[in-house]
């Protein structure tokens, strides 16, 4: 069975500052999707990146980006140029191919503070 | 477009009562899922519906909880009765637009709604 870890409970970052979030997981599969989710107090889950295992290149948006890297089964966020509205749970999850309709799994997420 | 709506927002009841939950998905998707969240974790999926076909429910907790989705639209979860571990956030996301929207949603994509936040006293 696949398993997403973030040993990262709690990260603090400075506005306008870089962040880095950690995520591994384990899988047998060869082909999956990974994404990023950030949950504000609202609990409206958000989808902030995702990253197709079969693409080397690395996702971004805008201030958010990914360094995936497949044989160490690791998958972290980088935030850059923090920003206030940045402060939520940010969750790591994994999805199995080929359908289009495979459940989450989800890590334990990280609380990112952001301070002014 | 409207997102992934759910209703109560927040429900309060005793333990051994009953309580259900609402959501409607996205117009035209097919796929809906319900997640269970407990405090402090990340989501766990209770079960998956493929139009009105259950998918997957292996880690629902069939004593207890039951989910419907008519007309493959709407769906309900229902707990009956509640224990104190049900406490929790109850989301429902929804994805896979048949005919994906022209430079619109990525078609893997699941939506969320803003969760019902249920506690069991």
């Known amino acids: 069975a696949q398993t997403v870890t973030q040993s990262q409970p709690e990260m603090s970052v400075q506005e306008a500052e870089t962040v880095t979030l950690s995520c591994t997981y384990d899988t047998s599969e060869s082909d999956y999707y990974l994404f990023w989710y950030k949950q504000p107090p609202s609990r409206q889950m958000i989808l902030v990146i995702r990253q197709e295992a079969y693409k080397q290149q690395n996702a971004t948006e805008n201030r958010f980006s990914v360094n995936f890297q497949k044989a160490a089964k690791s998958f972290s966020l980088k935030i850059s140029d923090s920003q206030l509205g940045d402060a939520a749970m940010y969750f790591c999850a994994y999805r199995s191919p080929p359908s289009n309709t495979g459940k989450l799994i989800f890590g334990q997420g990280t609380t990112l503070q952001v301070k002014p | ?121």
Do not use: M
Request: with cysteine; glycine share 8%; net charge positive.
């Open chain 2, 1 to 121: 477009e409207a997102g992934v709506a759910q209703s109560p927002r927040y429900k309060i009841i005793e333990k051994r009562q009953s309580v259900a939950f609402w959501c409607n998905p996205i117009s035209g998707h097919a796929t809906l899922y319900w997640y269970q969240q407990i405090l402090g974790q990340g989501p766990k999926l209770l079960i998956q519906f493929q139009n009105n076909g259950v998918v997957d429910d292996s880690q629902l907790p069939k004593d207890r909880f039951s989910a419907e989705r008519l007309k493959g639209v709407d769906s309900t979860l229902k707990i009956q009765p509640a224990k104190l571990e049900d406490s929790a956030v109850y989301l429902c996301a929804s994805s896979f637009r048949r005919v994906p929207l022209a430079g619109g949603e990525k078609i893997n994509e699941q939506f969320f709604g803003p969760g019902t936040r249920l506690t069991v006293l």
